[in-house]
């Protein structure tokens, strides 16, 4: 039973607003399906978020594998599952952010990815060649365009085959030149795996599974025949212990002839081009006698993929084995299908994560599409086959946050859209929101045409290298909030368990927030307010109360907030607003995060109302899988007597192959006069170092060089 009209949040995968509405049944079933409204995709997260009209919360989990609806009514909310057991978890809050964080010491919590993660990163379906991935990282340098790692769909396989190299289009030699020029550029490549291996004598990555036994098997105790990329296939059984040495064993080959620097797992629902097993039977209708239900009501014995009560799958009652497996394939132990289903995608993770934890010494990397409860401990996702228009321009937010909840904060969506042909101004106003995903990565599909940021005008290319420079320069911010989100508790003893937020995560107690799913927080201190309209040059963004400024200009936008202001907005610009109160830690961008991260840091201060501010960095090398060196920054503003100082404090005292840059740049916002004296340490500040602007009421200190790992007091007065 609920309250009338409840805050109901959660219940994934599916597309749609950020708050569930009522009389809607939302399905748990992993399914491949391009994005369309309110049907179940790639994963299963039955779990919700409550928010009650007072601003308190709490949090309901049932931990459970099956498929399920769950249907939500104007005063209830019913679960209709078909099988496994009733294991409800509750999570008392009272804060949003409090709920996710017991949510997180359950199912586990976010790992900490590389550095290099949060940088930009380009892929398509249909590049050709090795040339045309030279190609395109060549055009982003001449351009002077971000870009981190390069990626490769399945075009880079011999006949779409697992760990195999095209050998005319994509040739080992030419390969390796090429992952050797990016690693000596500072950047990165990622190549898909599927996990559909073809059934082909003569392939190691067939032989090896026969020899070790580690396939599906189909309900003879023979190994289950699907059909994806390559044609007919079998699928690794991830709860065969076996087959995590087998995999391992795969993987270690492939890094052998080409060192690649991360994996992209697709295809993990399982995805089958047949309904249940290819051969002699009605692979269209998906029918075949398999293991039969007991005798319902009605006398009538049920097919094990049409169960007696048959979930809303793809919003039509669909037989369970559509675009998958037979029901009654079996698993390691005779675990069946119709019970492990929503379960692949995560043991798939965790058996990838494993290995390359063990091949290569460092942070792993990995993107999956099909996701569970605990999935975001072991890889990043992103939300799978959109459409390149302003629909999935907005519902791309409401995903991003669904992702923030349940434990996956590596998350984002394909900028510009990966079905069908996008728009300049759609792809314009999605680097602008995509350079405030957490992870941002532009990708699109075969046939499409090209949407790499310098493939439209000039316009468009400084758009997007401005854009990404913000990102670039933001980076620390990013960094120390993924850190925190891997962790059990913030600096504050507040939970801090997602990277980016709604805003009632922040303001839980403003009705006004708890619908709002076309803005969203970055950490506690940047509030992003994209266009998401085609032809609009305004957006209407909510402030809630509290003083706010403009990230750009550094202007005081809501003195007191409480109110919505239409904002002009043109194409070059997208609104970003910093909470008074928040200190945000940045740095000079650079076209990799391997330059950048050798700049100088710089600090924004945004003062409150009561003239004061926090916030913190979080050092270390980015890449190491155990931590031993870093430093924890703790930063805070705020009058002292007649003045008004900010002093840092330093936990730890990290070091890599030097130490880090220094901090030069302080720019405080919300000061109302300008100084007449400013020091660093005791020591006075030329006047060459101090500029205050009346106009925005903000103070910039340069050429600071304050060293990151001592702590510093700068007072002005």
């Known amino acids: 039973q609920l309250p009338i009209n409840a805050n109901i949040y959660g219940l994934g995968e599916h597309v749609g607003p950020l708050r569930l509405k009522s009389n809607q049944t939302y399905t748990m079933w992993s399914s491949d399906a391009t994005a369309a409204v309110n049907l179940n995709l790639y994963g299963s997260h039955p779990f919700y978020l409550d928010l009650r009209p007072s601003g308190s919360a709490h949090g309901v989990f049932l931990r459970n594998s099956n498929g399920m609806d769950v249907t939500l009514k104007d005063d209830s909310l019913s679960y209709s599952v078909i099988g496994g057991i009733l294991d409800f978890y509750f999570f008392m809050g009272p804060r949003p952010e409090a709920v996710i964080q017991q949510y997180q010491e359950v199912i586990g919590r976010p790992h900490l990815p590389p550095y290099w993660a949060l940088g930009f990163h380009q892929s398509r379906y249909g590049y050709p060649n090795v040339e045309a991935l030279q190609h395109v990282v060549s055009e982003y340098k001449s351009n002077e365009l971000p870009l981190d790692t390069m990626w490769s769909d399945i075009d880079y396989m011999d006949e779409y085959k697992d760990f195999t190299l095209d050998p005319s289009n994509y040739s080992e030699d030419k390969m390796k030149s090429f992952v050797d020029q990016l690693h000596g550029n500072g950047q990165q490549y990622v190549v898909i795996i599927d996990p559909g291996i073809k059934n082909e004598r003569g392939y190691k990555a067939y032989d090896d599974g026969l020899e070790a036994e580690v396939f599906i098997k189909d309900k003879n105790n023979n190994f289950f025949v699907g059909k994806v990329w390559p044609g007919h296939t079998v699928f690794p059984d991830f709860f065969n212990p076996a087959a995590n040495q087998y995999w391992q064993d795969q993987i270690a080959r492939f890094l052998e002839m080409l060192p690649v620097d991360g994996l992209w797992i697709d295809m993990n629902e399982i995805t089958n081009f047949c309904n249940g097993e290819c051969g002699d039977f009605n692979a269209t209708e998906g029918k075949r006698v398999g293991q039969s239900f007991p005798k319902d009501q009605t006398n009538v014995e049920s097919n094990v993929n049409y169960p007696p009560y048959e979930i809303n799958n793809q919003g039509n009652h669909l037989p369970l084995n559509v675009k998958t497996l037979d029901m009654d394939a079996q698993h390691y132990g005779g675990v069946l299908e119709y019970n492990s289903h929503n379960l692949f995608g995560i043991t798939e993770g965790i058996s990838t994560g494993a290995a390359l934890r063990n091949l290569v010494k460092k942070r792993p990397f990995m993107l999956t599409r099909s996701s569970f409860p605990g999935s975001g401990a072991h890889a990043a996702k992103w939300t799978g086959n959109n459409h390149a228009n302003f629909d999935n321009l907005y519902y791309s937010i409401p995903g991003m946050l669904n992702f923030q909840m349940f434990g996956i904060p590596l998350v984002g969506s394909d900028i510009c859209g990966f079905l069908g042909d996008t728009t300049e101004e759609l792809c314009a106003r999605w680097m602008e929101l995509g350079a405030f995903y957490p992870f941002s990565r532009n990708h699109n599909t075969l046939g499409a045409k090209s949407q790499e940021p310098y493939s439209f005008s000039q316009r468009m290319t400084d758009i997007s290298r401005e854009i990404l420079a913000v990102r670039y320069s933001l980076l620390p911010f990013f960094y120390t909030l993924v850190y925190y989100a891997s962790r059990l508790v913030s600096h504050s003893g507040w939970p801090a368990a997602t990277v980016t937020r709604p805003l009632f995560f922040e303001f839980s107690h403003d009705a006004r927030t708890h619908a709002i799913d076309r803005q969203f927080m970055v950490g506690s201190g940047l509030l992003v307010s994209p266009v998401l309209t085609q032809g609009s040059t305004h957006v209407t963004a909510y402030f809630p109360k509290s003083r706010w400024f403009d990230f750009f200009s550094g202007e005081v936008v ?19 607003h910093v909470l008074g109160g928040a200190i945000i830690p940045m740095q000079e961008p650079a076209l990799t995060t391997t330059a950048s991260r050798h700049n100088p840091y710089r600090l924004l201060v945004a003062l409150d109302s009561n003239n004061m501010a926090c916030g913190s960095l979080y050092l270390d090398d980015g890449i190491s899988p155990n931590v031993t060196s870093y430093s924890l920054i703790t930063y805070g503003a705020g009058p002292s007597g007649n003045e008004t100082s900010l002093k840092s404090s330093v936990e730890g005292n990290y070091v890599d192959e030097s130490t880090p840059p220094p901090l030069n740049t302080i720019v405080v916002l919300g000061v109302t006069t300008g ?19 009346s106009s925005s009421s903000s103070l910039t200190l340069s050429e600071l060089h304050l060293p990151m790992n001592s702590n510093f007091a700068v007072a002005w007065k």
């Open 558 to 576: 809501s003195e007191s907030g409480g109110e919505s202001k239409t904002l002009y907005t043109p194409l070059e610009k997208i609104q970003v």
């Open 675 to 693: 100084p007449g004296t400013v020091t660093a340490n005791g020591e006075p500040l030329s006047s060459d170092q101090v500029a205050y602007n």
